[in-house]
């Protein structure tokens, strides 16, 4: 059975860096069939997509977060890592890390699908 | 960016009741790449449907959905106790995938 598993600090100061990494069990990373995303949610509100690796290490973002996220996968520790710069009160959410089966394919790229297994979520605050 | 609206934002209902939700597009999703999925307090969302209709692994047949182009419904047939949750849909017919912002079914 696929596992994930986020792990990091769970508090940060503003203007630092979040950095989450998801550890994957049960199953390999290196499969060319998934993509493997983060997504967020601030207390009491809706999912946010943040961004999306595939095993190759290629990666795309949120535009609305583009500017301060960096996703990237380490495939010989089955784990794919999330940070996120100068962070502020509105970054305060739970983190998911998920796999997505592979969906919209334009003509030259294919992009994340649906998610199908969850990491159990951590919270991350941000204050100082 | 696709925009998902879901209404209602509340449903109040009783165990054995049929649930409607909608989620509606801001423009055509394409190949009815249309996920739902359910949150329980305190729990990462479990997927229910992909591709507008087709079941996950496990999923109870009560649960159908349908839909396409910009409008979409899950259906639940006759509410379970352990049904009351938090509902939301997902795009992933572009390159940005996008959430709903859900409909929470409660205990009337």
């Known amino acids: 059975q696929l596992q994930l598993q986020e792990s990091g600090p769970g508090l940060v100061k503003p203007s630092e860096t979040l950095s989450l990494t998801c550890t994957v069990s049960?199953?390999?990373?290196?499969?060319?069939?998934?993509?493997w995303g983060w997504i967020r949610q601030p207390p009491g509100k809706g999912l946010e997509w943040i961004g999306s690796?595939?095993?190759?290490?290629?990666?795309y973002y949120n535009p609305s977060l583009k500017s301060r996220v960096t996703i990237s996968v380490d495939t010989s520790k089955n784990q794919f890592s999330l940070k996120l710069s100068s962070v502020t009160a509105a970054d305060t959410a739970v983190y998911y890390c998920?796999?997505?089966?592979?969906?919209?394919?334009?003509?030259?790229?294919?992009?994340?699908?649906?998610?199908?297994?969850w990491g159990q979520g951590t919270l991350v605050t941000v204050s100082s | 960016e696709i925009v998902l609206t879901q209404s209602p934002g509340t449903l109040s209902l009783s165990p054995g009741e049929r649930a409607t939700l909608s989620c509606r597009a801001s423009?055509?999703?394409?190949?009815?790449?249309l996920a739902w999925y359910q949150q329980k307090p305190g729990q990462a969302p479990r997927l229910l449907i992909y591709?507008?209709?087709s079941r996950a692994t496990g999923i109870p047949d009560r649960f159908s959905g349908s839909g396409s182009g910009t409008d979409f419904t899950l259906t639940i047939s006759r509410l379970e106790p352990e049904d009351f949750a938090v509902y939301y849909c997902?795009?992933?017919?572009?390159?940005?995938?996008?959430f709903g912002g859900g409909t929470k079914v409660e205990i009337k």
């Open positions: 998920a796999r997505s089966l592979i969906g919209y394919c334009s003509s030259t790229s294919c992009y994340a699908g649906y998610f199908d297994y």
């Open positions: 049960g199953g390999s990373i290196s499969s060319s069939s998934y993509y």
């Open positions: 690796i595939y095993y190759s290490g290629s990666t």
């Open positions: 423009q055509s999703v394409s190949s009815s790449y």
């Open positions: 591709g507008a209709s």
């Open positions: 997902q795009q992933y017919g572009s390159p940005w995938t996008t």
